[in-house]
């Protein structure tokens, strides 16, 4: 159980997530399946990224500190710095060490992230643009799991790459208006619109199953005549439509690090696998 807390909390999870739905656009695009530079660029990346906001939070050490959210950091803080230390530098040498056309792409994406957590220059909070939260979250995300193996590899954008994005960024926000809806309280307090504060938990919930809906339903056109992968993302697709509808799971502790954000590690393991059956 506290290995389990230890690759949630510290993050590990989802950067593993993210480098396994990059791997699987690099099936999506018919490359082979390949350990580049750009992969651990993500991984120490995400990770850098999702821990900068709790030691933010440290630092400023303000109400949000008390959440049980930063339990774990408050009992793991010679770990955690060590992990932003190594986290920070294995980014940097990686941005030096990566080609420069997916470095530059990065940190464009990179850059929108970064100010959608952190106000710009304490004025302006990308995520405080009105149901914006979500788009943004499953855009940027998309994009640097689809793009980034598009550009290292020169290929070209067509319809396949803008299926590829488009399935992606209905799959993340499916799995992203919970989080909108787990946050109705704070979210209401701060004065931020969301789909959460604006419909309430049932009818948000609606959209997400929308959302799984829409990207099954591309899937289905976009794989029709490759069997392995349809059959990846229906069950990726309709394993998370189960996930997001009972009601019991969503109680569960590990609900949102651990069950929405294994989807995405789901789908990349799925998607891999039928990688290795059709070769």
């Known amino acids: 159980m506290k290995i389990i807390d230890t690759i949630i909390n510290s993050n590990i999870f989802i950067a593993l997530a993210a480098v396994l739905l990059t791997l699987s656009t690099q099936v999506q695009l018919g490359l082979e399946v390949h350990s580049h530079k750009y992969l651990y660029l993500i991984f120490f990346a995400t990770l850098l990224e999702y821990n900068f906001h709790k030691l933010v939070v440290i ?6 500190y008390k959440n049980k959210k930063y339990d774990w950091v408050k009992a793991n803080l010679k770990f955690f ?18 080609k420069v056309e997916v470095v530059i792409a990065f940190l464009i994406f990179g850059s929108v992230t970064f100010f959608y957590s952190q106000p710009f220059l304490n004025l302006f909070n990308i995520r405080s643009i009105p149901y914006m939260k979500v788009f943004i979250i ?8 689809s793009i980034l193996p598009l550009i290292y590899s020169h290929n070209h954008i067509n319809e396949n790459v803008i299926l590829i ?4 960024i209905f799959f993340l926000l499916a799995i992203t208006i919970p989080f909108d809806i787990r946050d109705i309280e704070q979210d209401n307090l701060a004065g931020i619109r969301t789909f959460g504060t604006k419909f309430g938990k049932e009818k948000a919930y609606k959209l997400a199953y929308i959302s799984i809906i829409i990207f099954l339903g591309i899937s289905i056109y976009h794989y029709h ?23 019991s799971i969503r109680e569960t502790q590990y609900y949102y690090y651990g069950v929405l954000d294994g989807t995405m590690l789901l789908q990349g393991l799925l998607v891999l696998g039928a990688y290795y059956l059709m070769i």
């Open 59 to 64: 630092w400023k050490n303000d109400e949000e």
């Open 81 to 98: 710095y060590t992990l932003i230390f190594i986290s920070l530098g294995a980014f940097l040498f990686f941005v030096f060490t990566s």
């Open 225 to 247: 005549s490759q069997f392995y992968i349809l059959i990846s993302m229906l069950i990726s697709g309709l394993s998370t439509m189960f996930f997001l509808h009972n009601k």
């Open 138 to 145: 499953a855009i940027i995300w998309s994009l640097t799991t």
């Open 165 to 168: 994005l488009i399935e992606r």
